[in-house]
T-cell receptor, first 112, second 115 residues
């Protein structure tokens, strides 16, 4: 079945450094790749998404890249701040599948 | 605009009992998805409903079921509860205007503890 693998499970960085989270997906029909941020005790919220006809998308300090051939996509956070500390989930959705499959999550710690 | 509302927020049940969780989507959203969240497992897809029809379901046993009403509100039911069913159950709604669900708007979840 469809699967999304996410690495690393935990990531600790110093404030101001960059953080990179990588995901791979198994279903070649996937064409929508969102990233969600879940702060402690709160609901997941979309922070950025990318569709399969785009290789890269940037929004201020965050960017996503997609390699459809390799079925890889990544989240890049630059100039990290303590408020970036949270669990980040990558996900994949397919045309007509009407479901979004999530990775297991990456717990990001940004040390001040 | 009100967000996704889930009730109850917390509940404790014993093994063998059943439970029903409710989700009211954002007004105008016709797609409702349910996820089970446990530590280390991320968000596991349970099922998705649109216009009262289940369009997809995840790999969960038949004890997990759901439905959607004409006003897009959705319920999920878990029968014969097991200890492993203890989790946060998240509901998410979306516009689903395209051929996939698009951005999901999550509720705060229903935290189920099975003793």
């Amino acid at each position: 079945g469809e699967n999304v693998e996410q690495h690393p499970s935990t990531l600790s960085v110093q404030e101001g450094d960059s953080a990179v989270i990588k995901c791979t997906y198994s279903d070649s029909a996937s064409n929508y790749f969102p990233w969600y941020k879940q702060e402690l005790g709160k609901r997941p919220q979309l922070i950025i998404d990318i569709r399969s006809n785009v290789g890269e998308k940037k929004d201020q300090r965050i960017a996503v890249t997609l390699n459809k051939t390799a079925k890889h996509f990544s989240l890049h956070i630059t100039e990290t701040q303590p408020e970036d500390s949270a669990v980040y989930f990558c996900a994949a959705g397919g045309t007509g599948g009407f479901k979004t499959i999530f990775g297991a999550g990456t717990r990001l710690f940004v040390k001040a | 605009k009100a967000g996704v509302t889930q009730t109850p927020r917390y509940l404790i049940k014993t093994r063998g009992q059943q439970v029903t969780l409710s989700c009211s989507p954002i007004s105008g959203h016709r797609s409702v998805s349910w996820y089970q969240q446990t530590p280390g497992q991320g968000l596991q897809f349970l099922f998705e409903y649109f216009s009262e029809t289940q369009r997809n379901k995840g790999n969960f046993p038949g004890r997990f079921s759901g439905r959607q009403f004409s006003n897009s509100r959705s319920e999920m039911n878990v029968s014969t509860l097991e200890l492993g069913d203890s989790a946060l159950y998240l509901c998410a709604s979306s516009l689903a205007q395209g051929l996939n669900t698009g951005e999901l708007f999550f509720g705060e979840g229903s935290r189920l503890t099975v003793l």
